[in-house]
């Protein structure tokens, strides 16, 4: 009653009750997956813009890549592998979160954590192995940017699952949380997502162009 | 009703001598805790808005005395009042400030604070990152305007175009502090985009499906979209130059591959769309006021939506038009010029839509519909100046004079600031409780509107007799003496005009006359709700039946129960017809956003000067957001105790 | 009220470094009031009395003085013998050998006065407030100067990593080597 | 020009205050302004333009009345109403084709409009692509901070020459100018004779236009290029052929040697002072080249592009202390005793 006051305009219908509503949902229906989605489009904005960049120093050299070798292959092909194989763990917890198997998405996240830091480790070999320095030339530059923007985003998701994770297993919990799950494993798609391309962006087109 | 009234105001001010529990008893946990704590914890979007709103107006009022100066310097020939390294950081930070500390935060920070009551919902989406991006932004702001005050101010222009704030002549820290502002603005935006965009989407009220959604959300809806996709633009080619100028990388180093039209080519991919961040929801602002002052629908509400959509995408196919005096290839350049022209098509539509509402309805002549006819006036000119501008062989002479400066004032001014004031004197009795005074604003109004015309229409003339931008002084044998004085002059009177709505706004926020919920019979939701609105917005929430809900004899179909305020839900529902899907609860008030805000200025400012500050900057940001994202178990209790039986 | 609280603190923090690095300063020196002797007409060069160190700091955390000492080093060819700082007939400039001295007072004499071997002196070709420009630079190059304030890379081929990124060489003495040593 | 009266005098002062320089009385040139105007067209570029600019005007004056117009008989036809007034919901469902015909109306004489423009454009463009370059007067102009490097290209190497901030051209021919910049970006704009064009770092641009009328035009930087944009200025003297070849030759030759002791000691301090270590003069040692030549520099009618007329007590003052006239310049201030800068100004005067 009080309650009704403060919306000036007094209404007797009840359009809805609530209350039969559930106070979650996955997919698309929740809020948080917008969020995550916008937060994807942002930085898939971002590294279709660096891939612009690292094209447009391209047009501007003759030889390519300008005074440096390819990068080797070995570790960004190994680093392919690791997220295609992380895939499955990864679909598996979003699985388990939207049947709300608590016991399967620790499970997964652990697994999908120790994938994180394999792909870590090796990304660390990565630079090791690029064949070029940041301020060699425009190329440099533009192929450090790339990985380094890359490198952000993993390290970033890794982080977030291990947090989560460390959740799963303390607590506090409630059901909405498996949702963070899902949605996390959502961003976790995307990062796969966003190698491939730039993989053969920075490994295949120095061979290619 | 008044008690609500006043418990909304209790919300909404703490401190005030009344107690806090008549507030706790009815709305839970919408309420903040009182004191300077609670207000630094908030993450009402309503007290954030305000906040988000009065900042940034304070960075317009810096930035305009900014701009006072340089006409000061301007007003005649030879004047040696200000040297070239002074007024080279005041039209930097000038124009830094107004385009991106004042004008595009000013209109998200309306939409953070009417889009939740417009779209008739309890709360904003994610407003804990609301906060965070508040506080992100009022620091980055304040560190221009330190940087300024300590002579460390940007002074390549608020374009920065390399190689003149490259490494190599931007010489000491002044365009790493640009940078940096940028990354911070860019934050703020984007999450602000992200929450009003998933608001919009997905927290509006039941039946008000895609097509019933008010001019103003629909402007606001498409300008976040352009944000998302434009500012990562500005972000990648600030981040270039800022590493390029540290660490000594070679984007823009065209010895070594890099080239100094990367640098604009990224620049302008985002700085066109950006002019239209702040003319759109203008254009929402102007539907807005129309439509209540003339006494029905805007006519052509589909036509409008359209344009504006059709802006939103054109916007992103001629930033080249500001490359004009490169080389850039005729075949470029003449799809340039098309597109420029085009886009002129949907904003004379809207024009004309207007026209006709005003024409077939019962004119209402308050202040804010006369903020809105100087717009038609004064945007119409500006827009017409951009078709000339639009054209390659005119711009060639024009490009870059006074006649550009006097063309963007007239569209960013007329098309942004003068329905954003209509849009102060329309709200600013929802927000405060009172209305805004008449006769003052009448005042306000007339002063700006001449006093902007005589300062800024003889610039076109002086770009014609060949006055270039930026230049801190001319000769007297020029002859632009004259024009230049009659300029100045008219900076006064705007300088006096804007001071009148501050006088205005503080006399009114105590004294005004109380506005009631509705004072100018308008249809939207959010005068369906008390003024300013309690916390949690609407208490019961409505469900509406059409497009004026206010207006049409059933557009409210009956309200929402079953939503608690402990934990505070909001309802959830469908994306095109907005039917309920379910409940959520929204987080509680907390202190983390501040403190992630400050470790994140801390990394900000300290990579400006040691890159490894975004290796050890980063930790306390990551232990700020965990603290920010760990439940607590009495959270987690209420949640689990509002789950449907599995 | 939180935005001053902000920006106070802000200001605690760069006031020291702020205002010495960014000042540009276009007006003319002393010097130029006072009318000098005549230009003389004769290659032989009196020993200047080198003047006080406490004008030194004021160039060396002043980013537009490193910049024109920069601008300068090429402008006047002082490449031309000592390339990017490598040395070539001249001796090296980046690494932490000093022949003459590595404080400013040292490299303004050493520009002035000219020294044997080949390197001729500059006095009355090089105004004293460029001198100072030049011998600040001259430290930068091996890394002798405060990191915020030394020059950021040039917008042409890369030669050698920025002044700003180059570490500090520890100053030593040592006597002037053979150019045929250095050319090595 | 006569507005540097007051400017002149205010050297005057600074250069007795600095050193003992008896006043000297010049006489007021009786040169009218330069013109810098891109409404007053001297070329066939400009001219284009200035016909598009016409055509401009004339149509968006019309559509801004038309419009304006339609909102003041809108207010004065619209009955007035207040808030109590009760909202026209109807117009959510009558059928309002009258006004939807007139909007659409409206809309489609603004895409007629539109088109008109467009198609100007695009004629004005073709008419500036294609202006005849037979025997073009080639010129490389390189843009510094803060002044213009002009070279005058020859098939003869021996008559290749420099100048500086100030380019001769004969009426009638057509000039074909190559862009660059050695430090950051400029742009080279002299509204009666053509529109911008762009100096970029790295890249050349070529901009051609021809000046029909004889006279001297003025032309500024456009580019934001630092601390004396404002003060980067170039003459262009369009003369008649005979004119032109005239002052070819005279700029082909190198300096004559001083003809007197005062010139001479002009000259030492020249060469024995910081002058000589960016300037050069030819038929002498020095061969600076980051500065404007001098070889001929009294015979410009302007120095430090544009900032001053040419004549000595300025250059006086120029020399002194080129930071009080153009704070940021690359050239020092220098000090010298009062007799050497006599001398050194009165050396520089005999460089016809």
């Known amino acids: 009653m009080t309650a009704a006051a403060a919306t000036p305009i007094a209404v007797q219908r009840v359009a809805v009750d609530a209350a039969r509503l559930p106070n979650h949902a996955f997919g698309h229906q929740s809020v948080m997956w917008w969020g995550t989605v916008g937060i994807m489009a942002i930085e898939g904005t971002a590294f279709a813009l660096t891939v612009f960049m690292y094209f447009y120093v391209w047009t501007r050299v003759d030889a390519w890549p300008p005074d440096a070798l390819p990068p080797e292959l070995r570790w960004g092909t190994l680093n392919v592998a690791i997220l295609l194989a992380s895939v499955l763990p990864n679909y598996y917890t979003k699985r388990a979160a939207e049947r709300y198997d608590l016991r399967g998405v620790r499970i997964g996240m652990v697994v999908c954590l120790l994938f994180g830091a394999a792909f870590i480790a090796v990304r660390a070999l990565e630079f090791t192995t690029l064949n070029v320095s940041w301020d060699t030339n425009a190329y440099g530059s533009a192929v450090y940017l790339l990985l380094g923007l890359h490198t952000t985003h993993l390290v970033t998701d890794v982080a977030d699952t291990a947090v989560l994770g460390t959740l799963m297993f303390t607590g506090p919990l409630d059901r909405s949380r498996f949702v963070d799950v899902s949605e996390n494993a959502l961003y976790w798609n995307f990062v796969v997502a966003a190698w491939l391309p730039i993989y053969a962006v920075l490994y295949l087109m120095p061979r290619w162009l | ?646 | 009220m939180t935005r001053t609280a902000v920006a106070g603190v802000l200001v605690a923090l760069l006031l020291p470094t702020g205002c010495q690095r960014e000042s540009r300063r276009f007006e003319a020196p002393a010097g130029a009031v006072v009318p000098p002797p005549p230009v003389r007409m004769s290659e032989l060069q009196p020993t200047v009395a080198t003047p006080h160190q406490t004008i030194a700091p004021r160039y060396e955390v002043n980013a537009r003085a490193l910049a024109e000492g920069k601008r300068l080093y090429s402008w006047y060819n002082c490449n031309g013998c000592h390339a990017n700082g490598g040395g070539d007939k001249g001796p090296a400039l980046m690494d932490d050998v000093w022949v003459y001295g590595s404080e400013p007072a040292n490299i303004y004499a050493t520009i002035v006065e000219g020294r044997p071997n080949g390197m001729p002196s500059f006095g009355g070709h090089i105004p004293d407030e460029q001198v100072w420009q030049l011998a600040a630079y001259v430290r930068s190059m091996s890394g002798l100067v405060p990191k915020d304030a030394a020059p950021s890379r040039d917008d042409a081929i890369q030669a050698k990593p920025s002044e700003n990124r180059t570490p500090p060489a520890q100053p030593v003495m040592a006597a002037p080597a053979s150019s045929s040593e250095r050319s090595q | 020009m006569t507005g540097f009266a007051g400017r002149r005098g205010g050297h005057r002062r600074r250069t007795t205050r600095r050193i003992a320089l008896t006043p000297v009385v010049f006489p007021m040139a009786a040169i009218a302004a330069p013109l810098q105007d891109a409404l007053q067209p001297a070329g066939p570029q400009a001219g284009h333009i200035h016909a598009l600019w016409l055509l401009m005007l004339g149509v968006c004056a019309l559509v801004f009345v038309a419009v304006v117009a339609a909102l003041l008989v809108a207010l004065r036809h619209a009955p007035r109403g207040d808030v109590a007034t009760a909202a026209d919901t109807q117009a959510l469902t009558r059928d309002e084709s009258t006004v939807r015909r007139s909007v659409g109306a409206a809309i489609a004489v603004s895409v007629a409009l539109l088109l008109l423009l467009f198609g100007a454009t695009v004629v004005t463009d073709r008419a500036l692509a294609q202006l005849p370059l037979t025997d073009a007067v080639h010129i490389r102009l390189t843009g510094h901070q803060w002044w213009w490097e002009a070279t005058y290209d020859d098939p003869e190497p021996a008559n290749v020459f420099a100048t500086a901030n100030e380019l001769h051209v004969p009426v009638g021919r057509p000039v074909v100018l190559s862009l660059e910049a050695s430090d950051v970006i400029h742009s080279f704009w002299v509204p009666n004779l053509h529109g911008k064009k762009d100096l970029i770092p790295g890249r050349t641009a070529t901009i051609a236009f021809r000046a029909d009328a004889p006279g001297v035009y003025r032309g500024q930087c456009a580019e934001f290029c630092g601390y004396q944009h404002a003060k980067m200025a170039l003459l262009v003297i369009a003369e008649s052929p005979q004119q032109y070849d005239q002052w070819l030759a005279r700029s082909r030759a190198s300096a004559l040697p001083p003809p007197d002791a005062t010139a001479q000691r002009g000259q030492q301090v020249f060469l024995r002072s910081t002058c000589a270590m960016c300037h050069a003069v030819g038929g002498t040692p020095a061969n600076g080249k980051h500065a404007p030549d001098l070889t001929h520099v009294a015979s410009r009618q302007t120095l430090a592009a544009g900032a001053l007329r040419n004549e000595p007590a300025a250059l006086a003052a120029w020399i002194i202390d080129p930071q009080q006239i153009k704070p940021g310049a690359n050239m020092p201030a220098h000090a010298l005793a009062p007799a050497d800068l006599l001398a050194l100004v009165a050396y520089l005067g005999t460089l016809q």
């Not at chain 2, 949907?346 to 024409?359: D, H, K």
């Not at chain 2, 501040?594 to 200025?601: K, Q």
Request: hydrophobic share 50%; charged share 10%; net charge positive.
């Open chain 2, 1 to 646: 009703m008044s008690a609500d009234g006043s418990a909304g105001t209790l919300a909404a001010h703490p401190g005030r001598d009344r107690p806090a529990y008549s507030a706790r008893e009815r709305y839970g946990g919408w309420v903040d805790e009182p004191g300077l704590l609670g207000a630094l914890a908030t993450i009402d979007h309503k007290r954030v808005g305000v906040r988000f709103i009065t900042t940034a107006f304070g960075f317009f009022v810096l930035g305009g005395l900014l701009a006072g100066l340089m006409r000061l310097q301007l007003s005649r020939p030879d004047s040696t009042l200000i040297g070239p390294d002074l007024y080279n950081q005041l039209f930097t930070v000038h124009g830094t400030t107004m385009m991106f500390v004042f004008a595009v935060p000013i209109m998200q920070a309306m939409g953070v604070y009417f889009v939740p009551l417009m779209v008739g919902a309890r709360d904003i989406a994610f407003p804990r990152m609301i906060a965070y991006a508040y506080w992100v932004y009022l620091f980055g702001g304040a560190m221009l305007f330190v940087a300024l005050a300590l002579n460390i101010g940007p002074d390549a222009g608020w374009f920065s175009y390399t190689p003149l704030a490259g490494p190599q002549y931007g010489v000491g820290k002044r365009s790493d502090f640009w940078a940096q502002l940028i990354t911070f603005t860019e934050v703020s935006g984007l999450l602000v985009a992200v929450s009003v965009i998933t608001t919009i989407f997905k927290l509006r009220a039941p039946g008000m499906t895609l097509n019933r959604m008010p001019l103003f959300v629909w402007a606001l809806l498409i300008t976040s979209f352009m944000i998302v996709f434009a500012l990562p633009s500005v972000m990648m080619a600030s981040t270039a130059l800022i590493l390029d100028r540290l660490v000594g990388t070679h984007f823009y180093n065209q010895a070594e591959g890099g080239d100094a039209l990367l640098w604009q080519h990224l620049f302008w991919f985002f700085g066109h769309p950006e002019v239209y961040f702040i003319f759109l929801p203008g254009l929402g602002f102007v539907s807005t006021i129309v439509g209540t002052f003339s006494r029905r629908p805007v006519f052509g509400y589909v036509a409008v939506v359209l344009s504006m959509i059709a802006t939103g995408f054109l916007s992103f196919g001629l930033w080249v038009h500001h490359m004009f005096a490169t080389n850039v290839p005729e075949l470029g350049k003449s799809f340039f010029t098309a597109a420029s022209m085009v886009i002129a098509i949907p904003t004379a539509t809207q024009i004309f839509c207007w026209i006709a509402t005003l024409w077939t309805g019962r004119i209402v002549l308050k202040t804010p519909l006369l903020f809105v006819l100087g717009f038609f006036f004064i945007l119409v000119l500006g827009g017409l100046t951009g078709i000339m501008l639009a054209a390659v062989p005119l711009d060639l002479q024009i490009h870059d004079t006074f006649f550009v400066v006097a063309h963007l004032h007239y569209v960013l001014i007329g098309g942004g600031v003068f329905p954003l004031f209509g849009a102060f004197y329309y709200w600013f009795p929802k927000v405060t409780g009172r209305m805004l005074n008449e006769t003052l604003g009448r005042w306000n109004f007339w002063l700006f509107f001449i006093g902007f015309n005589v300062a800024f229409f003889p610039m076109h003339i002086l770009g014609l007799q060949g006055m270039p931008r930026r230049v801190y002084t001319y000769a007297a044998e020029s002859g632009w003496g004259t024009l230049n004085l009659i300029s100045s002059l008219g900076a006064v009177l705007i300088v006096v005009s804007v001071l009148l709505f501050v006088i205005n706004v503080v006399r009114s926020r105590r004294r005004g006359t109380a506005a009631g919920p509705d004072p100018w019979g308008a249809s939207t939701l959010e005068w369906a709700t008390s003024s300013p609105p309690p916390p949690g917005n609407f208490h019961p929430q409505l469900a509406v039946n059409g497009r004026e809900p206010l207006w049409e004899p059933d557009g409210v179909s009956g309200r929402v129960d079953g939503l608690t305020n402990d934990p505070p839900e909001v309802l959830v529902t469908t994306l095109l017809d907005a039917s309920p899907h379910h409940r959520r609860a929204v987080p509680a008030p907390t202190i983390w956003p501040l403190l992630a805000a400050i470790a994140t200025t801390v990394m900000f400012v300290s990579s400006i000067f040691t890159p490894w500050a975004v290796v050890w900057g980063s930790i306390p940001i990551a232990i700020a957001l965990i603290a920010w994202f760990w439940p607590t178990r009495e959270e987690a209790a209420k949640h689990r105790k509002r789950e449907l039986p599995a």
